[in-house]
């Protein structure tokens, strides 16, 4: 039995990790790297693994940084099973969708420039996948699993899945791996919530194991309270409205975008924010989120479903547009105040935000809103930093917009979340720490007692 780690490893994006185990070789998640340009390097690199030789994938969430390179996996040649969450089904397939076209308008983007600029030989930009790709590597989807309902996949290995109540259909996977005479219990956190939030259920009690790997988004912090973030939340809009400004939200499409509706839903039916409110959610996926979201209601906590038994829509509030078309997206810069806008990407690395923060930024009557983590390098991040000026599509922009983080919102567990999840487990003989900074990790592991404590480079392996 062995194990080995091809991604998040020093680094929060990219998870990717691999079980070999009575003859099978089972992938937890194929990321994607997420941040600079520099990136794209990582992403096209060899996985560290023949994608030929993967019988199975197990996919813990939808996020981009969970699933965003299965498409280059089959388009390398993996011709195994995917199992995961019916609802993680349904927003993978978009995910990947939309990141394959993203990759092919970068592209067509980068070849018209090279154009533009007489370069008399032009190198043919490839994507790292195309759409059809994507739509390949549906395919290989299999099995749904079930929250707490054990799956034999293979002689020797039982996955089941747990509920982490991080986005939709998140999960944290436990596998029971046999081999000749020895037995082993693995347990993969995939991305953890935390309590008390809306719309989803609290992260499900982990059963005893002999080895965890875990994440440590936040190892090294506590989030604020969610109740005076959504009061934050409420004030900056209302102080910004008052003012003439607009509200700029980066929002994650996936679970961020439906929860601030959720709340901004709550905020006029308590009479916290102006009933006339104009909102805009600019974004064809996080649409598509929320209509999937709909369509599963069986991931709801009682509060959610209680709004539903009342008839309402728990996405839903006056005044919400949704902006599908290119072409609605450009009318909204023309309108310079007065108005809500959430749009993607979270991280500001690309989407429909850039231009309305090009539009916006620079006014002192407008404010950003950043309600979720921000890798290093990203748009985001610099501007979080406090840049004075940020590039955006090669303009020099002024920040004279004020800028808010408010962290409550966050979708991942903070340090003490996590650490009463790992205590849950029992007593584990290891501990790998994953989807972390550095810093983070660190920080993580000089709290944890009781366990082997493990920090894994890109392409390690370990015996189990």
Same mark, same amino acid.
């Given at each position: 039995?062995?194990?080995?780690?091809?991604?998040?490893?020093?680094?929060?994006?990219?998870?990717?990790?691999?079980?070999?185990?009575?003859?099978?070789?089972?992938?937890?998640?194929?990321?994607?790297?997420?941040?600079?340009?520099?990136?794209?390097?990582?992403?096209?690199?060899?996985?560290?693994?023949?994608?030929?030789?993967?019988?199975?994938?197990?996919?813990?969430?939808?996020?981009?940084?969970?699933?965003?390179?299965?498409?280059?996996?089959?388009?390398?040649?993996?011709?195994?099973?995917?199992?995961?969450?019916?609802?993680?089904?349904?927003?993978?397939?978009?995910?990947?969708?939309?990141?394959?076209?993203?990759?092919?308008?970068?592209?067509?983007?980068?070849?018209?420039?090279?154009?533009?600029?007489?370069?008399?030989?032009?190198?043919?930009?490839?994507?790292?996948?195309?759409?059809?790709?994507?739509?390949?590597?549906?395919?290989?989807?299999?099995?749904?699993?079930?929250?707490?309902?054990?799956?034999?996949?293979?002689?020797?290995?039982?996955?089941?899945?747990?509920? #982490?109540?991080? &986005?939709?259909?998140?999960?944290?996977?436990?596998?029971? %791996?046999?081999?000749?005479?020895? /037995? $082993? =219990?693995?347990?993969?956190?995939?991305?953890?919530?935390?309590?008390?939030?809306?719309?989803?259920?609290?992260?499900?009690?982990?059963?005893?194991?002999?080895?965890?790997?875990?994440?440590?988004?936040?190892?090294?912090?506590?989030?604020?309270?969610?109740?005076?973030?959504?009061?934050?939340?409420?004030?900056?809009?209302?102080?910004?409205?008052?003012?003439?400004?607009?509200?700029?939200?980066?929002?994650?499409?996936?679970?961020?975008?439906?929860?601030?509706?959720?709340?901004?839903?709550?905020?006029?039916?308590?009479?916290?924010?102006?009933?006339?409110?104009?909102?805009?959610?600019?974004?064809?996926?996080?649409?598509? #989120?929320?209509? &999937?979201?709909?369509?599963?209601?069986?991931?709801?906590? %009682?509060?959610?479903?209680?709004? /539903? $038994? =009342?008839?309402?829509?728990?996405?839903?509030?006056?005044?919400?547009?949704?902006?599908?078309?290119?072409?609605?997206?450009?009318?909204?810069?023309?309108?310079?105040?007065?108005?809500?806008?959430?749009?993607?990407?979270?991280?500001?690395?690309?989407?429909?935000?850039?231009?309305?923060?090009?539009?916006?930024?620079?006014?002192?009557?407008?404010?950003?809103?950043?309600?979720?983590?921000?890798?290093?390098?990203?748009?985001?991040?610099?501007?979080?930093?406090?840049?004075?000026?940020?590039?955006?599509?090669?303009?020099?922009?002024?920040?004279?917009?004020?800028?808010?983080?408010?962290?409550?919102?966050?979708?991942?567990?903070?340090?003490?979340?996590?650490?009463?999840?790992?205590?849950?487990?029992?007593?584990?003989?290891?501990?790998?720490?994953?989807?972390?900074?550095?810093?983070?990790?660190?920080?993580?592991?000089?709290?944890?007692?009781?366990?082997?404590?493990?920090?894994?480079?890109?392409?390690?392996?370990?015996?189990?």
């Amino acid at each position: 039995m062995k194990i080995s780690f091809h991604g998040a490893d020093e680094g929060v994006t990219g998870s990717c990790h691999l079980i070999e185990c009575a003859g099978k070789r089972v992938l937890i998640d194929c990321g994607m790297f997420q941040g600079g340009r520099e990136i794209v390097e990582e992403n096209s690199a060899e996985f560290g693994f023949d994608p030929t030789k993967i019988d199975y994938l197990l996919l813990t969430h939808a996020h981009l940084d969970h699933c965003g390179r299965i498409p280059l996996l089959a388009k390398r040649g993996f011709h195994g099973e995917i199992i995961t969450t019916a609802a993680t089904v349904e927003l993978a397939r978009l995910v990947m969708l939309d990141s394959a076209g993203l990759q092919e308008e970068e592209a067509r983007y980068q070849l018209r420039r090279a154009k533009r600029r007489g370069k008399k030989k032009v190198n043919i930009i490839e994507p790292l996948y195309t759409t059809l790709d994507a739509l390949n590597s549906l395919e290989f989807i299999g099995r749904r699993a079930l929250y707490k309902k054990a799956i034999e996949i293979a002689p020797g290995i039982r996955p089941t899945f747990f509920d #982490a109540g991080h &986005i939709l259909g998140s999960a944290s996977i436990y596998l029971e %791996l046999k081999e000749k005479n020895k /037995s $082993h =219990r693995v347990l993969f956190s995939g991305d953890l919530g935390y309590s008390g939030r809306a719309i989803l259920h609290d992260p499900a009690e982990p059963p005893h194991v002999d080895t965890v790997v875990m994440e440590t988004t936040y190892g090294d912090r506590l989030h604020k309270q969610l109740e005076p973030s959504i009061e934050e939340l409420y004030s900056t809009i209302n102080t910004t409205i008052e003012r003439g400004g607009n509200v700029i939200i980066p929002t994650f499409a996936l679970e961020r975008s439906q929860e601030i509706l959720y709340y901004l839903r709550e905020g006029i039916e308590n009479r916290k924010l102006p009933h006339y409110l104009t909102v805009f959610l600019d974004s064809p996926m996080a649409i598509s #989120a929320t209509e &999937i979201f709909r369509r599963h209601p069986e991931c709801f906590d %009682l509060e959610t479903l209680e709004v /539903s $038994h =009342r008839g309402k829509d728990p996405f839903d509030l006056p005044g919400l547009h949704f902006t599908r078309q290119t072409s609605d997206s450009i009318a909204i810069n023309n309108i310079e105040g007065g108005a809500i806008i959430m749009a993607g990407s979270g991280m500001c690395t690309g989407g429909r935000v850039r231009h309305h923060l090009k539009h916006n930024l620079w006014s002192h009557r407008n404010a950003v809103i950043f309600v979720g983590y921000a890798a290093s390098g990203t748009l985001a991040r610099n501007i979080i930093e406090g840049a004075k000026t940020v590039k955006i599509y090669g303009e020099q922009i002024k920040v004279r917009a004020t800028i808010h983080t408010i962290g409550g919102f966050s979708a991942h567990a903070d340090q003490t979340e996590l650490l009463s999840w790992h205590k849950k487990t029992g007593n584990p003989g290891k501990t790998y720490l994953v989807h972390g900074q550095q810093d983070s990790m660190q920080a993580f592991a000089r709290k944890l007692k009781g366990t082997k404590v493990i920090m894994p480079r890109l392409g390690e392996s370990f015996e189990l």
